[in-house]
C-alpha cells in the first residue's frame, strides 16, 4: 500500500451570525459572531483530515491567515512522517524564525497550530481506521511520550514521570478496550457480557455475589450511552431452565440500582440462555430481562 502524502490544505473561513440573536453572549463579548477557521488536509489517497479553532467573529481571517502559512509544514510531507514524532511537528509549527515572533505559544498563532495539529490527528485516525480516542488508547508508552511537547511541562511533570504513569495506567488496559465491537454498519458498540448461573423460580439471578467489578462496568457503559456511543450489557444464563433473567436486589442492591440507572442512561439490556453440552455451549435463544 503505497504511503499517505499531504497534497493539498484547504482552509474556510467559517462564521455564524449568532450576534442577531446575542447567542453565546455574556457580560464579557456581548455580542459574539460564533465562528472557526476551518482546515482540511487532502491527500493522494482521498482520504482527508479535518480541524479547526474557535474564534468570535472578526479577526477570524487572520487565524485562516495563519494557518494558510502554517500549511506549509505538512503539505507534500507523508501522514507517517508527521505522527511518528507529534511533538517535533508542533515544535516546527512555531518555531519558526521569522514567524514565532507573533506568538508563537499564544493568541492567533496558537490557535492556528492547534487547528492544523488537530487536522493531522483526525487524518491519522480515519487512516487507521478508528474513533480517535481509541486510536490514542492504543498507542503504547513511547508514542504517547512522542506526541507530548515536554518543554511546556517538565517543571511540573518529566517524561520519565510520564512514562512511569502510562506504564502503571496498562494494568487493565486490554480489559477496558474489550468492551468494544463493531456493528455491521461499522458503528463502535461498547458491549459487557455477563454470565448468570443462580436461578430462582425460573429467573435467572445476577448477581451471586456483590460485585464491584460490575458496578465498575455498568457506570462506564451508562457514561458512553450519555455521550451518544451505542452501549449494551448482555446477561447470559448458562442454563436452559429459565425464563427470564433479573438483577439480585438481596445479594447487591448496588447493582440493581445501577442496572435501573444504566437503562435510563440508554444502555441496551439483552438476555440470553444457553446450555452446556461436552462439546460447548448451546445457544437457546433470547430472554427478558425483568
Same mark, same amino acid.
Given at each position: 500500500?503505497?504511503?499517505?502524502?499531504?497534497?493539498?490544505?484547504?482552509?474556510?473561513?467559517?462564521?455564524?451570525?449568532?450576534?442577531?440573536s446575542n447567542i453565546g453572549s455574556d457580560a464579557v463579548n456581548k455580542d459574539p459572531d460564533y465562528s472557526a477557521a476551518y482546515c482540511i488536509l487532502e491527500t493522494n489517497s482521498?482520504?482527508?483530515?479535518?480541524?479547526?479553532?474557535?474564534?468570535?467573529?472578526?479577526?477570524?481571517?487572520?487565524?485562516?491567515?495563519? /494557518? %494558510?502559512?502554517?500549511?506549509?509544514?505538512?503539505?507534500?510531507?507523508? /501522514?507517517?512522517? +508527521?505522527?511518528?514524532?507529534?511533538?517535533?511537528?508542533?515544535?516546527?509549527?512555531?518555531?519558526?524564525?521569522?514567524?514565532?515572533?507573533?506568538?508563537?505559544?499564544?493568541? $492567533?498563532?496558537?490557535?492556528? #497550530?492547534?487547528? +492544523?495539529?488537530?487536522?493531522?490527528?483526525?487524518?491519522?485516525?480515519?487512516?487507521?481506521?478508528? =474513533? +480517535?480516542?481509541?486510536?490514542? #488508547?492504543?498507542?503504547?508508552?513511547?508514542? *504517547?511520550?512522542?506526541?507530548? %511537547?515536554?518543554?511546556?511541562?517538565?517543571?511540573?511533570?518529566?517524561?520519565?514521570? #510520564?512514562?512511569?504513569?502510562?506504564?502503571?495506567?496498562?494494568?487493565?488496559?486490554?480489559?477496558? *478496550?474489550?468492551?468494544?465491537?463493531?456493528? =455491521?454498519?461499522?458503528?463502535?458498540?461498547?458491549? %459487557? $457480557?455477563?454470565?448468570?448461573?443462580?436461578?430462582?423460580?425460573? $429467573?435467572?439471578?445476577? =448477581?451471586?455475589?456483590?460485585?464491584?467489578?460490575?458496578?465498575?462496568? /455498568?457506570?462506564?457503559?451508562?457514561?458512553?450511552?450519555?455521550?451518544?456511543? =451505542?452501549?449494551?450489557?448482555? /446477561?447470559?444464563?448458562?442454563?436452559?431452565?429459565?425464563? #427470564? *433473567?433479573?438483577?439480585?436486589?438481596?445479594i447487591d442492591p448496588a447493582f440493581a440500582r445501577a442496572l435501573r440507572a444504566a437503562r435510563r442512561a440508554g444502555v441496551a439490556v439483552a438476555g440470553l440462555r444457553c446450555a452446556a453440552h461436552p462439546g460447548g455451549m448451546e445457544?437457546?435463544?433470547?430472554?427478558? $430481562?425483568?
Amino acid at each position: 500500500m503505497s504511503e499517505t502524502v499531504i497534497t493539498n490544505v484547504r482552509v474556510i473561513d467559517l462564521r455564524f451570525p449568532t450576534s442577531r440573536s446575542n447567542i453565546g453572549s455574556d457580560a464579557v463579548n456581548k455580542d459574539p459572531d460564533y465562528s472557526a477557521a476551518y482546515c482540511i488536509l487532502e491527500t493522494n489517497s482521498g482520504l482527508e483530515g479535518y480541524g479547526l479553532t474557535f474564534t468570535l467573529g472578526r479577526g477570524n481571517e487572520l487565524c485562516v491567515l495563519a /494557518l %494558510e502559512y502554517l500549511a506549509r509544514f505538512v503539505k507534500g510531507r507523508t /501522514l507517517e512522517s +508527521l505522527t511518528t514524532n507529534m511533538a517535533a511537528l508542533c515544535r516546527q509549527l512555531t518555531d519558526d524564525s521569522q514567524f514565532r515572533w507573533l506568538g508563537p505559544e499564544k493568541g $492567533v498563532i496558537h490557535l492556528a #497550530a492547534g487547528a +492544523l495539529i488537530n487536522a493531522v490527528w483526525d487524518l491519522y485516525a480515519r487512516s487507521e481506521k478508528k =474513533p +480517535l480516542w481509541r486510536l490514542l #488508547a492504543e498507542l503504547d508508552t513511547e508514542q *504517547i511520550l512522542s506526541a507530548v %511537547e515536554f518543554r511546556y511541562i517538565d517543571d511540573a511533570l518529566s517524561r520519565e514521570e #510520564a512514562r512511569a504513569i502510562l506504564e502503571q495506567g496498562r494494568t487493565g488496559r486490554q480489559e477496558r *478496550i474489550d468492551l468494544l465491537l463493531r456493528a =455491521p454498519s461499522g458503528q463502535d458498540v461498547a458491549c %459487557e $457480557v455477563k454470565s448468570v448461573g443462580a436461578a430462582r423460580r425460573g $429467573v435467572a439471578l445476577f =448477581p451471586d455475589a456483590p460485585t464491584l467489578r460490575g458496578l465498575r462496568h /455498568l457506570a462506564l457503559l451508562a457514561r458512553l450511552a450519555r455521550r451518544g456511543m =451505542p452501549a449494551a450489557l448482555v /446477561l447470559c444464563a448458562q442454563r436452559g431452565d429459565v425464563r #427470564a *433473567i433479573a438483577a439480585d436486589e438481596s445479594i447487591d442492591p448496588a447493582f440493581a440500582r445501577a442496572l435501573r440507572a444504566a437503562r435510563r442512561a440508554g444502555v441496551a439490556v439483552a438476555g440470553l440462555r444457553c446450555a452446556a453440552h461436552p462439546g460447548g455451549m448451546e445457544l437457546l435463544g433470547p430472554v427478558p $430481562v425483568l
